[in-house]
């Protein structure tokens, strides 16, 4: 059975509207505001032009939020990790481990050891200002304590996807 269209537009306004404004708020701290908006619109254009072939994507998100990044990247001349993305993500546009898994499709524990991975990365920073050689001694790197435990939460976006690919499985 092929999905009804009405089911195929409301998930991908879903989509939309779960996405759209982190979407944008990425794409402004790393492009000038119109080119933030451009960024963001292209890549909605191009969701919607291959909605069928997204929602029969193992993770939409994922897919979606990977062809954004690169398209930020090739427009600011710089590509960031997925370390740094999150750390922005969390700690300078304040979304939640659940909303960052959400907008890129990965799991919160993924969400949650890139921000681990970044706090390291900061300690390191912090204890070697500048670059260093090979320390005779092994040296010890405070670990933070554990601030959260990852929590399963379905994506409000999934049932609406399950049952758009339900129907493309039928066709």
């Given at each position: 059975m092929k999905p009804s269209l009405a089911v195929l537009t409301n998930?991908?306004?879903?989509?939309?509207d779960l996405h759209r404004r982190a979407y944008h708020a990425y794409a402004?701290?790393?492009?000038?505001s119109?080119?933030?908006?451009?960024?963001?619109?292209?890549?909605?254009?191009?969701?919607?032009?291959?909605?069928?072939?997204?929602?029969?994507?193992?993770?939409?998100?994922?897919?979606?939020?990977?062809?954004?990044t690169q398209t930020v990247a090739r427009r600011s001349g710089r590509t960031s990790t997925a370390v740094?993305?999150?750390?922005?993500?969390?700690?300078?546009?304040?979304l939640s481990i659940d909303q960052i898994a959400t907008v890129t499709g990965d799991e919160p524990a993924t969400v949650c050891a890139r921000l681990a991975a970044a706090r390291r990365e900061q300690t390191l920073d912090r204890t070697f200002p500048a670059p260093v050689?090979?320390?005779?001694?092994?040296v010890s790197v405070p670990v933070p304590a554990r601030e959260f435990a990852p929590v399963a939460v379905r994506d409000p976006l999934e049932?609406?996807?399950d049952a758009a690919r339900q129907g493309l499985a039928g066709e």
């Open positions: 998930a991908y306004y879903a989509f939309y402004a701290a790393h492009l000038p119109e080119e933030a908006q451009i960024a963001t619109s292209k890549l909605f254009e191009t969701v919607a032009s291959t909605w069928t072939s997204v929602v029969a994507e193992r993770r939409p998100s994922a897919w979606a939020w990977q062809r954004f740094e993305d999150t750390h922005l993500l969390h700690h300078k546009l304040l050689s090979v320390p005779a001694a092994p049932d609406a996807i």
